[in-house]
Antibody
Framework: EVQLVESGGGLVQPGGSLRLSCAAS????????MNWVRQAPGKGLEWVSY????????YYADSVKGRFTISRDNAKNSLYLQMNSLRAEDTAVYYC???????????????????WGQGTLVTVSS | EIVLTQSPATLSLSPGERATLSCRAS??????LAWYQQKPGQAPRLLIY???NRATGIPARFSGSGSGTDFTLTISSLEPEDFAVYYC???????????FGPGTKVDIK
């Protein structure tokens, strides 16, 4: 059974830092690309960052570029999100999500999110 | 940047009724669109990918259709557990990003 378990959330002051972790099990973690997706209280879903299986390709949403860093440790089956210079608008539940690929013009392309963790709440407030 | 819009924002229906949810893209996404279901306090769940393919374990009452810019998620006969928020999602190549629609809430009439 695929399991993704996030941890590391909590209350942090504006300008502070936090590191989220996502522990994966039930699948070959090193073979899958992963993402972080967040959801502000009462709001919709917002993609945050993507990392390929080998960490060779990384993407960020404009809203976090330059402040957040995604990484992974395949030996530990773990995904991370280092969040610096936190702002009130970063307050959200942060989910890790596994990528599902699809064929686009004969090329396997990361497109969807097929398994999600239960999320960890990050609150940025003074 | 591709923008997804969903309508209606809220759909009030009774169990057993048919639900039809719409997702429109600001430019063509071919058939590369997914639908997710999210219940209160839970993580989203993938329902449909590539516009019309059901994900693993998804009941047959859920179906997706459409291509280009207009997509539909249909729930043929609502079960009590189907009352939730539904999001559509696509991915763009440049800038490389994944985008969700604002969601449609299906609630009990």
């Amino acid at each position: 059974e695929v399991q993704l378990v996030e941890s590391g959330g909590g209350l942090v002051q504006p300008g502070g830092s936090l590191r989220l972790s996502c522990a994966a099990s039930g699948f070959t973690f090193s073979s899958y690309s992963m993402n972080w997706v967040r959801q502000a209280p009462g709001k919709g879903l917002e993609w945050v960052s993507y990392i390929s299986s080998s960490s060779s390709t990384i993407y960020y949403a404009d809203s976090v570029k330059g402040r957040f860093t995604i990484s992974r440790d395949n030996a530990k089956n773990s995904l991370y999100l280092q969040m610096n210079s936190l702002r009130a608008e970063d307050t959200a539940v942060y989910y890790c999500a596994r990528v599902r690929f699809t064929m686009v013009r004969g090329v396997t392309t990361p497109y969807y999110f097929d398994y999600w963790g239960q999320g960890t709440l990050v609150t940025v407030s003074s | 940047e591709i923008v997804l819009t969903q309508s209606p924002a809220t759909l009030s229906l009774s169990p057993g009724e048919r639900a039809t949810l719409s997702c429109r893209a600001s430019q063509s996404v071919s058939s590369y669109l997914a639908w997710y279901q999210q219940k209160p306090g839970q993580a989203p769940r993938l329902l449909i990918y590539d516009a019309s393919n059901r994900a693993t374990g998804i009941p047959a009452r859920f179906s997706g259709s459409g291509s280009g810019t207009d997509f539909t998620l249909t729930i043929s006969s609502l079960e009590p557990e189907d009352f939730a928020v539904y999001y559509c999602q696509q991915r763009s190549n440049w800038p490389p990003e994944f985008t969700f629609g604002p969601g449609t809430k299906v609630d009990i009439k």
